[in-house]
């Protein structure tokens, strides 16, 4: 019985191994056009590429041997994007040669592989959304892909201002420039409280956020309450304004020397100035209040429409059980409007933990810290950002974006995964 077996799948094993070489596998199996295609693809594919693999897995390798000629970030890119090439041609093969295999099949069993045309219609009807997504995914893949693989591939050089070219070339490393963040004392120290404030800055502006577009929305759906489209629409202003412009206007009222904010409202008050561009704290106030002023006009039309999708059999019910307005809220509302929002929410986080446009356009991350690459209200994106733009250690922020990265999507997902978000029904 084994024998018979096998037997019945030799055609197909043969097909496998001819299409070793493409199309040779589909001319077996006497589909003479189709191997013809396999075969033409595969030669232009070969003769297209071959300087591109030749130059660019040598430069991914070495980095280059010779300066002024070679330039290691250059021959980085052209190796990782012949190494993209090459992936979708190893996709292509495994395509050839599982269509060889498979029409091989047909053929142990009796049966008679489609021709040239037929296949082309097979195609369309089986695989036709894969069609017709392939250009959008290898577009996908040269512009999102390719720069998250130059990153992290960075991280593992020691390209930075004295290793870069046409004076000197760069060098694989290692995890050494990952090591260096935790035992070089300034890159330890700095590392450590920039960290420190961003988890803090997340963590605070989000809830501010979260907590004052929830309140608001709850407070405008009282039945009670008189012009509610014109408080909604008040309400949402801030978000219709472009942030940038927002941010902007507030770095001016907040100036030290003649921002509204000191020599008007706190004149007004009868308190005196503040310097709340030069002294950290009292920027990192600033800084709060302005995203969630900015934060909390999109929490609050959301939660407007979950609101507005709360039976209201479950608040009847519990007026008829005595329950008071708090009961009603936290048993009810909250509840229904967290399992609602949760992944809305766990964004904002991940969000404002990489929110560089208000650190760096409010007050440019400042002010300055002695003894310290970032400043005093740098995040870590825009300390990352700072060690690419001004201190071209481009390897070490390489390094820092990895770390950031993990710690955003391991963040994310333990978060989605609590709340049952990846699960349907």
Same mark, same amino acid.
């Given at each position: 019985m084994e024998k018979s077996k096998s037997r019945d799948r030799s055609h197909a094993r043969i097909a496998g191994l001819l299409s070793i070489i493409p199309g040779v596998g589909q001319l077996y199996?006497?589909?003479?056009?189709k191997g013809i295609a396999f075969l033409?693809?595969?030669?232009?594919?070969?003769?297209?590429?071959?300087?591109l693999f030749n130059m660019g897995f040598w430069g991914l390798f070495t980095l280059g041997t010779e300066v002024p000629r070679d330039n290691s970030i250059f021959l980085l890119a052209e190796g990782l994007i012949a190494f993209l090439i090459l992936c979708i041609g190893l996709l292509f093969y495994g395509l050839n040669l599982r269509d060889a295999f498979k029409n091989g099949e047909k053929i142990d069993m009796g049966q008679h592989p489609e021709n040239f045309i037929n296949s082309v219609k097979s195609l369309f009807d089986t695989s036709y959304p894969y069609l017709l997504i392939s250009p959008g995914l290898l577009l996908l893949i040269f512009?999102?892909?390719f720069p998250i693989l130059f990153s992290f591939a960075l991280a593992f050089t020691n390209y930075d201002l004295y290793h870069t070219a046409p004076a000197h070339l760069a060098n694989w490393v290692g995890l050494e420039t990952f090591k260096q963040i935790f035992t070089v004392d300034i890159w330890r120290s700095t590392f450590f409280d920039v960290l420190g404030w961003t988890v803090i800055w997340t963590l605070?502006?989000?809830? +501010?956020?979260? *907590?004052?577009g929830i309140f608001m929305a709850i407070v405008v759906h009282q039945k009670d309450l008189k012009f509610k489209r014109l408080w909604?629409?008040?309400l949402v202003l801030p978000w219709a304004v472009p942030g940038f412009v927002t941010i902007l206007i507030f770095a001016g009222m907040f100036n030290d020397s003649f921002g509204a904010v000191n020599t008007v409202i706190l004149h007004a008050l009868g308190l005196h100035a503040v310097s709340w561009m030069t002294t950290a704290s009292w920027t990192k106030i600033a800084l709060l209040f302005i995203q969630s002023w900015l934060g909390f006009p999109y929490i609050f039309v959301v939660t407007t429409g979950v609101l507005q999708s709360i039976?209201?059999? +479950?608040?009847? *019910?519990?007026?008829m059980d005595g329950a008071t307005a708090w009961e009603k809220f936290r048993k009810i509302t909250l509840p229904f409007i967290l399992n609602q929002?949760?992944?809305?929410i766990i964004t904002q986080y991940t969000f404002n933990f990489n929110n560089f446009n208000i650190i760096y356009l409010f007050n440019n991350g400042g002010p300055a810290v002695p003894n310290s690459t970032a400043g005093g209200t740098d995040i870590l994106v825009s300390w990352i950002y700072k060690l690419t733009m001004s201190s071209n250690q481009y390897a070490l922020a390489a390094a820092l974006t990895i770390l950031l990265s993990i710690f955003v999507i391991a963040i994310a997902l333990w978060q989605f995964k609590r709340t049952n978000s990846f699960k349907e029904g």
């Open positions: 199996n006497k589909q003479i056009i033409v693809v595969a030669l232009l594919y070969i003769t297209g590429f071959w300087n512009t999102v892909i605070v502006a989000s809830t +501010l956020s979260v *907590a004052i909604r629409t008040i039976p209201e059999d +479950l608040y009847e *019910a519990a007026i929002m949760a992944p809305i």
